[in-house]
């Protein structure tokens, strides 16, 4: 028998969305946790915080400046080796404005610069040098150049050297003497080279043209200080040209002159031929000569000699010759007697003269006027000399 106070079973009702309500101790679990996480979070704050001081106050920034390229960089580290260990910058063959061991301050500048060759020409004297600069400017400083004013530097001084090429030229107003055209004239330039020197003196030049600028030769030649800046007009000629050649000789032997003695026996006559010629002209004169085509106009004969192989008679005291001066002149080759006739054979001049003989007879050798005497000899016989015959010759 059932109480009649108790309660009847229940069926579970299927599909309720009702919860059982919660119990005070769950409660209390549940405000711990919230607390613990806030705390969490603030410890974690105070550690990025105190990070953040401690970044802005330990932490440097500093420009970093190798060969003029320019990084502003943030550094914990102590000192300037450290910095440049940090960045990859080598220090080899450098020059560092502070020491390696040096503290690195807040808003420093750390200057980098590598040794490096330059090529620097001053007023056209050229010297190669090895300095630590980045720039135009660095470069004249360090080498102690102080161009002039008005002169003209290669760069600005603030371009990078690499961007030159590692190559400063410096000229300075300078006076010069620019030669062109026959005329001489004298101009005051700071172009570095000859063909600026000729541009601002309104020089025009072909492309053939030549250019001096004391002993350097080409347009790009660099100026000193008093150089002749010269032009040399080049001219290219086409044109066609006639000349003789040269006459051609030919020899022949003949036993009834003496050796030493020639006669010519045709005249002869030159060739003519026609060129086309390339002529090169400097200034007006032919430097250069190239002939293009040839023809023959004239085939020309060659002029015919012939020459003695007889021995000669002996020239020797007591020879023929000898006897024939003994008679003529008492022997005496040097002999003027203001008579028309000279020298040990007594030649007039007109008969000297005939056979080729310089001058007058008295005047040269005995070897000499024997000499001329065998031509005479040999023309006209012994009867040109009356003493001939005297002496047993003729």
């Avoid at 549940?30 to 979070?41: E, M």
């Avoid at 953040?52 to 320019?70: F, I, P, Q, S």
């Avoid at 807040?106 to 090895?130: M, S």
């Amino acid at each position: 028998m059932r109480h009649p106070f108790s309660k009847s079973p229940q069926t579970p009702q299927t599909g309720s969305s009702a919860t059982p309500a919660a119990t005070p101790s769950r409660s209390r679990h549940r405000q711990t946790k919230k607390r613990v996480v806030i705390a969490l979070n603030l410890a974690v704050l105070l550690v990025i915080g105190a990070g953040v001081a401690a970044y802005g106050t330990l932490g440097k920034t500093v420009t970093l400046d190798v060969d003029g390229r320019k990084d502003t960089v943030r550094t914990f580290g102590a000192s300037v080796g450290s910095l440049l260990k940090s960045q990859d910058v080598r220090t080899t063959d450098a020059a560092v404005n502070v020491e390696p061991t040096a503290s690195v301050s807040d808003g420093d500048t750390i200057k980098v610069r590598y040794a490096k060759d330059v090529v620097l020409a001053v007023d056209g004297t050229v010297k190669r040098e090895t300095v630590h600069a980045a720039t135009v400017g660095d470069v004249l400083d360090e080498l102690d150049v102080d161009p002039a004013p008005g002169a003209d530097v290669s760069a600005d001084r603030d371009t990078r050297l690499d961007d030159t090429g590692s190559q400063v030229v410096v000229s300075n107003p300078k006076k010069l003497t620019v030669s062109v055209d026959g005329d001489d004239r004298s101009v005051t330039s700071a172009a570095p080279t000859a063909e600026g020197v000729l541009e601002e003196a309104g020089v025009r030049l072909d492309e053939n043209d030549e250019v001096t600028a004391g002993d350097a030769i080409g347009r790009a030649a660099l100026v000193k200080p008093g150089d002749d800046v010269e032009v040399v007009r080049i001219e290219m000629v086409d044109t066609t040209e006639k000349l003789e050649r040269d006459l051609k000789v030919e020899y022949r032997d003949d036993d009834s002159l003496e050796k030493g003695t020639e006669k010519v026996l045709e005249e002869g006559s030159p060739s003519e031929v026609q060129q086309q010629v390339l002529l090169t002209k400097a200034d007006g004169k032919v430097r250069h000569r190239l002939v293009l085509t040839s023809r023959t106009l004239e085939k020309g004969a060659p002029r015919v000699v012939v020459r003695g192989t007889a021995e000669a008679p002996s020239v020797e005291d007591g020879s023929v010759w000898d006897r024939i001066a003994k008679c003529e002149s008492g022997g005496n080759w040097s002999i003027n007697t203001g008579n028309g006739y000279y020298g040990g054979l007594q030649f007039s001049a007109a008969t000297w003269r005939s056979v080729g003989g310089p001058g007058l007879p008295h005047e040269h050798s005995r070897e000499v006027q024997i000499k001329y005497a065998k031509i005479l000899q040999q023309r006209s016989g012994w009867g040109q000399w009356s003493c001939a015959a005297k002496v047993g010759v003729g």
